[in-house]
C-alpha cells in the first residue's frame, strides 16, 4: 500500500476549526466591500491644500494657540505621518499574519482563506499609503522628512514573540477603527480625498480586528505561563519602541512646520511645538488603543492582573 494514503481519510469537515464560522463570515465581509486604489478611492483626485487632513480630535491642534492657517498646516503635516506609519506598520502586519496563517494551510481552509485575504488587503493599503504619500509630496512644500525603514522596524518587530505581535496588532486594528468613526468620518472640513482614503482602509480593519482577535486567542491557549509572562513583556517592549519612534518624527515634523509657516520660530517655540506633536502621536498610536474598551477586554480575558498592571505600569511613563 502507498504510504502517502493515509489508512483513513478525514473528512474535510473534521479540518475545521469551532470557529470556522466566523472566519467564514470575514471572508464575506472582505468580498463585500473590496475596493480598488484607483477606481474607488483616488478617483482622480488630488490633495487639497487649503483642506485640513487629519481632524482636531487626532491632532489635538485646538490645545495648541495657533491661527487657523497655522493649524491647518499642523492637520495636514501629522495626516501625512498618520499615512505614513500606517505603511510602515503594516508591513510588520502583513509578515505576522503570513507567518500565522502558515498553520492553517493543512487544516482549516475558511481560516487559511480568511488570513490570505487579510495580507493582500494590507499589502494593497501599503501601495495605497506609498500613492498618497507622492501625492501630499506634490501638494505639501519640500523638506517633509519621515525615515523610518519598514524592513528595519519590521525585523526588531518579529524578532519578538507572536502574542506580543498579535496584540500590537490587534492594538493598532482597533484604533484605525476608532478614529474614523469618531474623528475623521464626524469632521466635515476635511480633504474629501483625506477622508475616502481613511473610510476604504477602515471597511478592511473591522473584519482584519476579527481575525486578530481569533488569531491571538488561538495562539494564546498554545504559551505555558512563563512564555505569556515573557510575551507581556515582549509587548512593553513594543510599546516603548513606538514611542522613541514618535519621539524623532514628533521632533522632525515640528521643524518642517518651523520652515513652513511663514515665520521665523524661536528654538523653544519649536520645542513646544514638538511637545504638543508628540502628545498628540501618544494619543494616536499608543492611548486610543491601549484605552479601547474592546482592546481591554480582550487582553485582560487572557492575562491576569499583576501582566495588566506590568502595562499598565509602563504606560504610565509615556506621559
Ligand atoms: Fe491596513
Ligand atoms: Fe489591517
Redesign the pocket.
Known amino acids: 500500500m502507498n504510504a502517502i494514503v493515509p489508512n483513513s481519510i478525514v473528512p474535510q469537515s473534521m479540518a475545521s476549526s469551532p470557529d470556522t464560522a466566523r472566519y467564514a463570515r470575514a471572508i464575506a465581509a472582505s468580498k463585500a466591500v473590496r475596493w480598488d486604489i484607483d477606481k474607488d478611492v483616488i478617483r482622480g483626485r488630488s490633495f487639497d491644500v487649503a483642506k485640513k487632513y487629519l481632524p482636531d480630535g487626532l491632532s489635538l491642534v485646538r490645545e495648541m494657540a495657533l491661527s487657523e492657517a497655522d493649524m491647518r498646516l499642523v492637520s495636514q503635516i501629522q495626516g501625512r505621518t498618520y499615512a505614513n506609519v500606517?505603511g510602515l506598520v503594516?508591513r510588520f502586519i502583513t509578515a505576522k499574519l503570513i507567518d500565522v496563517s502558515r498553520e492553517h494551510t493543512l487544516g482549516d481552509q475558511n481560516a487559511l482563506e480568511a488570513l490570505v485575504r487579510f495580507s493582500d488587503e494590507?499589502i494593497k493599503?501599503q501601495i495605497l499609503f506609498r500613492r498618497i504619500e507622492a501625492m501630499m509630496a506634490e501638494a505639501m512644500p519640500a523638506g517633509y522628512r519621515f525615515d523610518v525603514d519598514p524592513d528595519a522596524v519590521a525585523r526588531a518587530v518579529l524578532a519578538k514573540s507572536t502574542w506580543s505581535v498579535l496584540v500590537l496588532t490587534l492594538h493598532i486594528e482597533l484604533f484605525v477603527q476608532l478614529h474614523y468613526r469618531e474623528s475623521i468620518e464626524p469632521d466635515n472640513g476635511l480633504s474629501d480625498l483625506f477622508k475616502d482614503v481613511f473610510l476604504f482602509?477602515w471597511k478592511?480593519?473591522a473584519q482584519h480586528s476579527v481575525l486578530d482577535e481569533l488569531e491571538l486567542k488561538r495562539h494564546d491557549a498554545t504559551l505555558s505561563r512563563e512564555e505569556r509572562e515573557q510575551a507581556v513583556g515582549d509587548f512593553i517592549d513594543l510599546v516603548v519602541a513606538v514611542d522613541a519612534i514618535l519621539q524623532i518624527q514628533a521632533k522632525v515634523d515640528a521643524v518642517y512646520f518651523a520652515m513652513n509657516c511663514g515665520r521665523q520660530l524661536q528654538r523653544d517655540e519649536i520645542e513646544q511645538i514638538g511637545r504638543h506633536f508628540l502628545k498628540a502621536y501618544r494619543w494616536q498610536y499608543i492611548f486610543s488603543g491601549a484605552t479601547h474598551p474592546r482592546f481591554q477586554g480582550i487582553v485582560k480575558g487572557l492575562i491576569g492582573g499583576e501582566q495588566m498592571k506590568r502595562i499598565e505600569a509602563a504606560l504610565g511613563t509615556l506621559v
Do not use: I
Open positions: 500606517f503594516e494590507e493599503h482602509h478592511d480593519e
